[in-house]
């Protein structure tokens, strides 16, 4: 069952509000103790299998990577004549713009080995997450995208959104257990991924666009 308007605008209010609220947190307070504590709990499991396994995770975040992965996808959904589909897949890439926008006024360090165990050294500012914001949006356009258009076969739908699904749901503990961001940093990413979600699904489903649920 579809949410209605007024529900939609309500949710993304408190979203908005949420994320607003925790950059203010962070601003004050960029080495928090809780955050601390949530990366050593989750570094308490390594192995080298597993530093691949959050690496690879992480892959499709990582330049030149994310910029290919999206042409390469919107290619595809513009090759079989969705290319409506394909220039909305296109504009995710605008995000990271608003990722840097946002790092820059927040301006919070990485994590150091101070602090925890670093097996992925990044630059430039770590509040929020521009893995976990691209994630959320880009995938879970996907995920939108394979639950409305209908002719997908069933089996690629299912191949897309569970994998999609996936990546969306490990990308947070991948960038902790990296010793990339801190957990404040994946939460923030991830509102931020879902407010830039609102208005892409907006102006996509705006204007009678002919698209049936199957």
């Known amino acids: 069952m579809l949410l209605n308007r007024k529900t939609l605008i309500a949710i993304l209010i408190i979203l908005i509000s949420s994320f607003i609220a925790l950059s203010f947190f962070i601003a004050h307070h960029l080495v928090w103790q809780f955050d601390i504590k949530a990366s050593l709990f989750i570094q ?3 192995a080298g299998w597993l530093d691949k396994v959050m690496l690879g995770i ?4 990582e330049l030149p990577y994310s910029l290919l992965s999206v042409v390469i996808v919107g290619a595809i ?24 926008g946002v790092k820059n006024m927040i301006n919070r360090p990485r994590p150091t080995s101070f602090y925890v165990r670093l097996v992925e050294v990044n630059r430039f500012q770590s509040y929020p997450s521009g893995h976990t914001l691209s994630y959320v949006l880009f995938f879970g356009f996907l995920i939108i995208l394979m639950n409305t258009l209908h002719n997908i076969p069933k089996a690629t739908k299912h191949i897309v959104t569970y994998l999609s699904a996936f990546l969306i749901i490990t990308i947070a503990p991948s960038r902790i257990y990296l010793g990339a961001h801190w957990f404040t940093d994946t939460l923030g990413g991830f509102l931020l991924g879902l407010i830039c979600l609102f208005p892409l699904c ?5 204007k009678g666009s002919k698209i049936n649920r199957s």
């Open 202 to 206: 907006y102006f996509y489903f705006k």
């Open 44 to 46: 308490k499991f390594q």
């Open 77 to 100: 959904f513009y090759w079989y004549k969705y290319k409506r589909e394909a220039l909305f897949i296109s504009t995710t890439l605008l995000s990271g713009l608003i990722i840097l």
């Open 58 to 61: 992480s892959f499709f975040g």
